[in-house]
């Protein structure tokens, strides 16, 4: 099942769904009076008690989409700009994800109605759809050979900021005379204040235009115009199949139908004319698209603690410690002085360290030839290898022994080396583990660009479909440089020195404060 969430204003909209589109259930929250930070909260009460009322299965449900006025980033995570909305910024997907347990994303309410309409609505069939919403501004979500289209700078859409009277009516975009600030609901208020007096409204247009008032007919007309110009120039730019129109003033017939009339007369003949009408699914549109938008994993961050950075003579007591922290993994470093300049923790001390706690254990092999090291481990479900690409001539057999011993495998990349170098094997890991120090030492500074590098080996991945496979950071998990980790992609981070085992605290008291700077980021 996949939830939707269209957030307004003063109303939010919920939909649960099947897979296959039929809404199970649905309800509109009244949301005025809530803060940004209230939000979360409050819309996962209201889902879990929609849930219960309607005795449908929450813990069915497996993502979320959130529909909002305003420009997302592509990656569907952030919210960039949304002016009636006090939630713009990067803390509310994060917080919604805690408080709902399951993967959120986000996207533009004009888009999500788009593709709900291709989905099941009016546009289910066509091939290329533009679905305009008329509110009290215009939104336009453009879908494009099965595909939302938001353009290289991401602004793709924008019908109503196309700017039609020079130096105009000032739109909320900063700009003058734009589209809706006159052919939208709020921009025919202002026409209608002017033409019949303070107070009247866009309805008062146009029932003063169906009893014969000339001017207001007029306004009407030339609204309807600009509008029909508008969607002219989409037409002639993109060729869709289907024109829709969503949103309260769609509901006037006869603005529609001149808007309808003038984009079939003016628009650019190439054998075949677009299917104009309204859209099917009404103001459910959004809900549908963004619930059936596609929302990245849920990336939950684990930390997996360097045991080489506690106190070698009570390592036993350092594992229980770890365990009661909330520590998922123990990290365990194998060098041999060669392929980096020091010598570290055999492989035989892993099965005595065993015996002192129930973490599995992350290996990462820093030593030439680790073929011949990893024949030697005695592996446990959970656990997970890493072996240098640098480090053999034989990457694919160093893999293959890793996972013939059950565990889970993973290539480390150094600093320099790109990520492009794993095309071949990338497809049979579980994790690649980024180095963001040269490898040998604890306690060094991260190395210039390691943030971008995290990112491009999260995207390298995600192109690639293998978003399951997950980022590891080896190098100066700090308390200050991990949650810019995590927001580059990376979720299991090797702690130290610098977080975990750091002088000032704990290891409780550390790995609170850093989950505690994962929750601020």
């Known amino acids: 099942m996949r939830l939707g969430i269209d957030i307004g204003g003063t109303k939010i909209g919920v939909g649960i769904f099947e897979e296959g589109g039929t809404l199970l259930a649905d309800a509109r929250l009244l949301v005025r009076g809530k803060t940004a930070s209230e939000l ?7 889902v879990r008690q929609l849930c219960m009322h309607r005795e449908v299965d929450y813990s069915q449900i497996t993502s979320c ?29 994060p917080e919604l994800e805690r408080e709902l347990g399951i993967p959120v994303g986000v996207v533009q309410d004009s888009r999500a109605a788009a593709w709900g309409e291709y989905l099941f609505g009016g546009g289910k069939g066509k091939s ?30 924008e019908l109503g900021h196309l700017p039609v ?29 002017e033409l019949l007096g303070e107070g009247k409204t ?30 002219v120039s989409i037409v002639n730019l993109l060729s869709p199949d289907c ?29 075949k004319k677009p299917e104009i009408k309204k859209a099917a699914l009404g103001e459910l549109s959004p809900l549908f698209g963004a619930a059936f938008t596609e929302v990245k994993k849920m990336r939950k961050p684990k930390l997996s603690a360097s045991i080489m950075c506690g106190d070698a003579l009570n390592y036993g007591e350092t594992l229980k410690e770890l365990e009661a922290a909330g520590i998922e993994l123990v990290h365990y470093d194998i060098m041999d002085n060669h392929f980096v300049p020091n010598l570290m923790l055999p492989a035989e001390l892993i099965p005595k360290l065993r015996k002192g706690t129930k973490l599995p254990f992350d290996i990462h092999i820093m030593a030439e030839n680790p073929e011949s090291i990893i024949e030697k481990l005695e592996l446990s479900s959970g656990d997970c290898v890493a072996v240098h690409y640098e480090s053999t001539a034989h990457l694919e057999r160093a893999i293959s022994l890793i996972k013939a011993k059950g565990a889970k495998a993973a290539v480390a990349i150094n600093p320099a080396t790109p990520v492009e170098l794993l ?25 210039e660009g390691s943030f971008d590098k995290i990112k491009r080996v999260r995207e390298y991945l995600d192109a690639r479909g293998l978003s399951q496979v997950e980022i590891e950071v080896d190098g100066n998990c700090s308390f200050e440089n991990l949650p810019k980790m995590y927001e580059a992609g990376a979720e299991i981070f090797v702690t ?25 980021r």
Do not use: W
Request: proline letters at 3%; aromatic letters at 6%; one cysteine or more.
């Open 165 to 193: 009277v020079e130096n105009g009516r000032l739109c909320g975009c900063g700009k003058r005379g734009c589209l809706e600030k006159y052919a939208a609901g709020l921009g025919l208020d202002i026409t209608a204040a």
């Open 65 to 93: 989409g959130v529909g909002v006025p305003g420009t997302v980033s592509d990656d569907g995570r952030r919210i960039l700009k949304a002016p009636t909305l006090p939630i713009s910024g990067d803390g509310f997907v």
């Open 243 to 271: 024109i829709l129109f969503s949103g309260g003033l769609s509901a006037q017939n006869e603005y529609v139908e001149a808007v309808t009339n003038y984009i079939l007369s003016h628009c650019y003949d190439a054998g």
């Open 496 to 520: 130290g020195t610098s977080s975990t085992f750091h002088k000032d605290g704990s290891i409780k008291e550390n790995t609170e404060r850093l989950f505690k700077s994962l929750l601020n």
């Open 202 to 231: 866009a309805p008062d247009l146009f029932e003063a235009a169906r009893n014969g008032n000339e001017a207001a007919a007029k306004a009407i007309a030339e609204a309807a115009q600009a509008l029909g110009r508008g969607l």
């Open 40 to 46: 979360p909260r409050f819309i996962s009460a209201s």
């Open 423 to 447: 095309s071949e094997i990338v497809s049979k890991l579980d994790m690649v583990l980024v180095m963001t120090v040269n490898p040998g030492f604890a306690g060094q500074k991260l190395v």
């Open 128 to 157: 290329s759809v533009v679905c305009a919403t008329l509110g009290p501004g215009i939104g336009t979500g453009i879908v494009i050979d099965g595909r939302i289209f938001g353009g290289a700078l991401g602004g793709a859409g």
